[in-house]
């Protein structure tokens, strides 16, 4: 009797003491490709998990990759990433509707491990992609 109390004990310890799983890491990466000169707008992209904000990257110039690391529950979710433009003092989603060349966003449902990688690809000429694979940079022209 006693042993089957030392062994639900230690099961439900266990139980109780078990190591919740652990958190999904989204890695978001952009380029941006063939930038009319004159346009190189500071940006910004903002990521949403789920319909709710996760992360804000750092502030940078088109012309420059940038990347942010956000987390979330492994699984299927729905992502979507909105990339900002600063503009005459005012940050304005970088859409037609606001009169830029492309739409500069990514709205899908992925499944999310304990690293996964989203690469966007802003092409002015050629719109808006995006990868699982690592960002090497603007496409070669053919």
């Avoid at 904000?53 to 699984?75: C, D, F, L, R």
């Avoid at 970088?94 to 499944?111: G, L, Q, R, V, W």
């Amino acid at each position: 009797m006693k042993k089957l109390l030392v062994i639900l004990a230690v099961l439900t310890a266990n139980t109780l003491l078990a190591t919740p799983p652990k958190e999904g890491k989204l890695t978001v990466s952009w380029v941006f490709c063939n930038i009319v000169e004159g346009y190189d707008h500071d940006t910004k992209c903002v990521v949403f998990i789920d319909d709710k904000q996760v992360g804000e990257s750092t502030v940078n110039k088109e012309s420059h990759k940038n990347s942010i690391t956000v987390t979330a529950s492994p699984g299927k979710h729905n992502v979507r990433v909105l990339n900002y433009a600063l503009y005459e003092g005012n940050w304005e989603e970088h859409t037609i509707a606001n009169e830029y060349s492309i739409d500069c966003s990514y709205d899908n449902s992925m499944s999310i491990g304990s690293k996964s990688m989203l690469s966007l690809v802003f092409d002015i000429d050629s719109g808006t992609t995006s990868t699982n694979k690592k960002l090497k940079g603007c496409p070669k022209k053919k």
